[in-house]
């Protein structure tokens, strides 16, 4: 009998998570994946499947061309919750669904959800 892997246990945790956490233009689901070097955040309204704020630690800084300072660490995390939150913000979002993407609610996921609080969102 073969073993699952991590990530396809990640994957039918995620699924179950999906069944009852849905996005709606009110309230849109703030999905989080964190990959081993870097950490992402979208913004989802699933009744259009349309991303409307997204933040990674792989974005670019102006004009240098440098990623923007922040790694997938947990410095990095934190500094993605806050600027998800503030692209939400503009977007007129002020309250969201948490979906943390088959990941435990702990260490980058947390201090993510933590700053993306911080910086206004509701959930």
């Known amino acids: 009998m073969a073993r699952d892997s991590k990530n396809q246990i990640r994957l039918r945790i995620h699924t179950r998570i999906r ?23 979208q913004v989802i309204d699933d009744t ?45 979002i002020k309250a969201v669904v948490f979906d943390r993407g088959g990941y435990h609610y702990h260490g980058r996921v947390k201090a993510l959800a933590d700053a993306a609080r911080e910086a206004g969102l509701e959930f």
């Open 19 to 41: 069944r009852k956490v849905a996005g709606t233009p009110e309230r849109p689901r703030l999905a989080v994946f964190r990959s081993v070097n870097h950490i992402y955040a």
């Open 48 to 92: 259009k499947g349309h991303t409307v704020a997204a933040a990674a630690s792989t974005e670019k800084a102006g004009s240098t061309g440098k990623t923007a300072g922040v790694g997938g660490n947990l410095a990095g995390a934190k500094a993605i919750g806050k600027l998800v939150a503030e692209r939400a913000q503009d977007k007129g």
